[in-house]
């Protein structure tokens, strides 16, 4: 299930601010704000300045949670798709 | 502004790391990346190119008095939702009292009508209405 | 332009240029006790004839200045004053910059600010005018102005625009503070209202926030407090902001800092009395 | 204020700034014309009353803004077009400030603007509506007109981020009588070091004076040949050998008259140092000097007939029925 790889920025080209359970980013290279509910948070911090696919992914993420989906492979390319649309994950 | 309803709790542990946590991916079809878009700015640009759906999507389902009151469905005098959101060209003329949009009797076109012009910030459609309002 | 009129108001200077001399006749009556504009202004208006005959022929009045929206409806020559209102909040709107800029209304006491912001034409004008007749200093109706650097309130004391009923609530005050009364305007029957004479001379005066309410009005509204969650007011802030995308990082960084410190509340109320016992209250805490 | 002529003369020589009178006026007319902060940078440094140091300060700030979200409108079309492995060319502001030249700082920008090749504009066109761009009138989907007449395709705008684009296959309208050689300035374009390149400086210069005098309006002109002043005071500083070859490349493009007169309403407005036999008078140059400057203090449009005048030429340079007409226009004035 390998899929494309991706890359987001590194970790001082956004400014992330805790509000109650979600996370306000802003993010340098575009000037925008967006607000993140998981897993979009730990996919960033996973991607920051290092590509991964899919795999190297939900192993990172898997170093530190313990991770729940019935499909963790469509989930996480759906996730992916998101931020790419955002802006905030690019194709490596 | 939509977001999913299936998000669990992320904590800070997106920048941080710290506990091992059970972390939900979410399902396919949530919505976990929400954008701030523009309030009033860029009207000159998007005035004429946005959308006000009929009511707004948190509201699907109910139908629209005279006044513009969101109603349930089925009561009298009321009008069904718009099948379809109103382009900003069409809200223009329609609140400059130009003709009715396509397909859309005239009772019910001043509904929407007035339905518009009780948008508040924060409601989906509203950033189309300011662009195409004055502030106040 | 045939006609000019200069007003400064808080930390903003306009210049306010006329093809008529009655709307700012209006606005100088109203502006009457406010300080000497600064020699240049922040922002020009303009209120024009939409062709040249239009000056004459059914006048209409076409707002228009430095920053313009357009396709924006002309006014009739009659409501001149509204229009020249309209001009000033469309470069507030539009143009400025300097500061995190909230569509909310502001009152001080004891030093802090509330900011009211939510619901546009539900009474937060209104309720903010009304405070400022009891005890509170009136540091905005319609627009708050947050420093960048700071995180304080600045004040922006324009004339208060009352609709509709709102404007009986103020008969008691004194006449020359009232502008004429402009009925059948686009936003209904509309009176200006001139702010107490201490909102004025503390114009210069800043304050921090110390509580943000979402106020809801309706008339068949039990009276009720909730609270609402960080992230919900910091999405709302931003819609409820014209600039806060083009402030960037510092826009970011001054609303984050504003959510965090700053508790919130949503309250609900059936009439302004209620309304002013539910700020007292949540004030008080 | 009579016209923009001070605006002008402050921007060529920032020392005047103490000799300015009605600052309100000239803001005004800075906002515009679209001018606000490149005034903003170029007076910075220089003693100014508090209240215009204080605006100018913000506009400087803003103009970062613009810059980023340029940059990021850029990168965002790189992103779309990276898989098709085309030449993707910045044009106008976004070329500016992505090259880090001088006419960047400061500058509006509204589109994106990219050149690509003709033979490439159906791929280009699929995948940036895959990508989240869409038309931005749909009943404007009279592509056939805009494939035969036009240099571009019907403008495009992002569902999301609410910005426009404009993708061009060549400079002027297929219609307008020069027909500059665009293969020969994607051939020879630079490459910035994240895949999307800018014209080469001559083009460059060919491109800003055919889009001033052989295209549109003259609408926002004043700006336009701002960018050609620091445009060509930057590449003749970097490049003793750049004259001989702009000519030569504004020959090639059939643009050479555009050029010059760019060259000439540069040097009178804003000073720029065209060499000595540029300057040689022009009986029209006077027509459009008046159209770059015609706004008053409080901002407004002045000389209506001469706008439109300009702008009915606008359109006889552009639509095929109406040549002949110019040309007895043309010869009328005479």
Not at chain 2, 23 to 33: E, H, K, P, Q, R
Request: proline fraction near 7%.
């Amino acid at each position: 299930m390998a899929g494309p790889a991706y890359i987001a920025d590194p970790p001082d080209a956004v400014r992330a601010v805790e509000l109650d359970g979600l996370t306000a980013l802003f993010h340098r290279p575009s000037g925008m704000t967006h607000i993140l509910a998981a897993p979009a948070p730990q996919i960033l911090a996973a991607l920051a300045a290092k590509a991964g696919d899919a795999e190297a992914i939900l192993a990172r993420i898997g170093e530190r949670f313990e991770i729940e989906a019935e499909d963790p492979a469509a989930a996480i390319a759906a996730r992916l798709a998101e931020l790419e649309a955002a802006g905030l994950v690019r194709r490596a | 502004m939509t977001m999913g309803d299936d998000v669990n709790e992320p904590g800070s542990e997106g920048f941080a790391p710290t506990r091992r946590v059970v972390l939900a991916l979410g399902a396919a079809a949530a919505s976990t990346v929400v954008t701030i878009r523009p309030a009033l700015a860029s009207t000159a640009g998007s005035v004429l190119n946005c959308e006000i759906p009929i009511p707004e999507p948190r509201s699907a389902g109910q139908y629209i008095d005279a006044a513009g009151n969101l109603v349930a469905p089925g009561t009298p005098g009321s009008f069904p939702p718009l099948g379809r959101p109103l382009k900003g060209e069409e809200v223009k003329k329609l609140l400059a009292g130009g003709p009715s949009p396509a397909g859309v009797d005239s009772q019910a076109a001043q509904a929407y009508a007035n339905y518009i012009r009780r948008l508040q910030a924060g409601m989906s459609g509203f950033t189309c209405y300011a662009s195409l309002q004055m502030p106040r | 332009m045939k006609h000019r009129l200069d007003l400064r108001i808080g930390p903003v200077s306009f210049r306010i240029g006329s093809d008529w001399r009655s709307p700012l006749d209006a606005l100088r009556r109203l502006y009457e006790t406010y300080p000497e504009p600064d020699p240049v202004a922040d922002f020009t208006v303009r209120l024009e004839a939409e062709r040249v005959w239009r000056r004459w022929l059914r006048p209409s009045v076409a707002i228009r200045g430095d920053y313009v929206l357009p396709d924006a409806a002309p006014m009739a020559l009659a409501h001149g004053l509204l229009a020249a209102e309209m001009g000033m909040n469309l470069q507030m709107a539009l143009g400025q910059k300097r500061f995190l800029l909230l569509h909310a209304a502001t009152v001080e006491k004891d030093g802090r600010a509330l900011l009211m912001t939510g619901e546009s034409g539900a009474g937060k004008s209104t309720l903010a005018a009304l405070l400022g007749e009891r005890g509170w200093r009136l540091m905005g109706d319609e627009f708050a102005l947050l420093d960048l650097a700071d995180g304080r309130l600045h004040p922006f004391p324009r004339a208060i625009s009352l609709k509709n009923r709102a404007i009986a609530l103020f008969d008691g005050v004194a006449p020359d503070r009232l502008g004429p009364l402009l009925a059948d305007t686009p936003k209904g029957t509309i009176r200006h209202l001139r702010p107490g004479a201490e909102a004025i001379a503390r114009m210069d005066e800043p304050a921090p926030p110390a509580l943000i309410l979402f106020p809801r009005y309706d008339p068949g509204f039990a009276r009720a407090i909730r609270p609402v969650g960080a992230a919900e007011v910091f999405v709302r802030l931003t819609q409820a902001s014209t600039n806060y995308v083009a402030l960037g990082e510092r826009g970011f960084a001054a609303l984050a800092g504003l959510v965090a410190a700053i508790p919130a509340r949503a309250i609900d109320y059936a009439d302004t009395d209620m309304a002013a016992a539910l700020v007292e209250e949540l004030w008080d805490q | 204020m009579r016209d923009a002529r001070v605006l002008a003369r402050l921007l060529a020589d920032p020392s005047r700034a103490g000799a300015v009178e009605d600052w309100t006026g000239l803001l005004s007319i800075a906002r515009a014309e679209s001018l606000l902060g490149s005034l903003a940078w170029r007076l910075k440094g220089i003693r100014l009353p508090d209240k215009v140091a204080q605006i100018l300060e913000v506009a400087r700030r803003d103009s970062e803004t613009v810059r980023t979200q340029a940059l990021w409108e850029a990168e965002m079309a790189r992103r779309a077009l990276a898989p098709l492995g085309v030449p993707v060319i910045l044009l106008k502001g976004s070329a500016y400030v992505a090259a880090g030249l001088a006419a960047g700082v400061g500058r509006s920008i509204g589109d994106l603007d990219i050149l690509v090749p003709r033979d490439s504009l159906d791929r280009v066109q699929a995948a940036l509506l895959a990508a989240g761009w869409e038309w931005v009138k749909e009943d404007a989907y009279d592509d056939l007109y805009y494939r035969r007449w036009m240099h571009e395709l019907p403008p495009l705008i992002h569902k999301e981020r609410d910005r426009m684009i404009d993708v061009h296959h060549t400079i002027l309208p297929l219609t307008a009588r020069p027909t500059p050689d665009a293969a020969a300035m994607i051939a020879d374009s630079a490459r910035l070091g994240n895949g999307l390149g800018v014209l080469s400086p001559p083009d460059m210069i060919v491109h800003s004076a055919a889009h001033l005098f052989a295209d549109g309006d003259l609408a926002g002109g004043l700006r336009n040949l701002w960018d050609i002043d620091r445009l060509l005071r930057e590449f003749a500083e970097a490049d003793a050998g750049f004259w001989p070859k702009l000519e030569e490349r504004a020959s090639r493009h059939g643009l050479l008259a555009a050029v010059h007169r760019a060259g000439r309403l540069a040097h009178d407005l804003y000073g720029t140092p065209v060499p000595e036999i540029w300057r040689v008078r022009d009986s029209a140059d006077s027509l459009f000097k008046a159209r770059l400057l015609a706004r008053d203090g409080w901002g407004r449009a002045t000389r209506p007939a001469l706008r439109f005048a300009f702008y009915v030429r606008s359109h006889w340079l552009r639509m095929p029925p109406l040549m002949l007409a110019r040309h007895l226009w043309t010869k009328a004035r005479r």
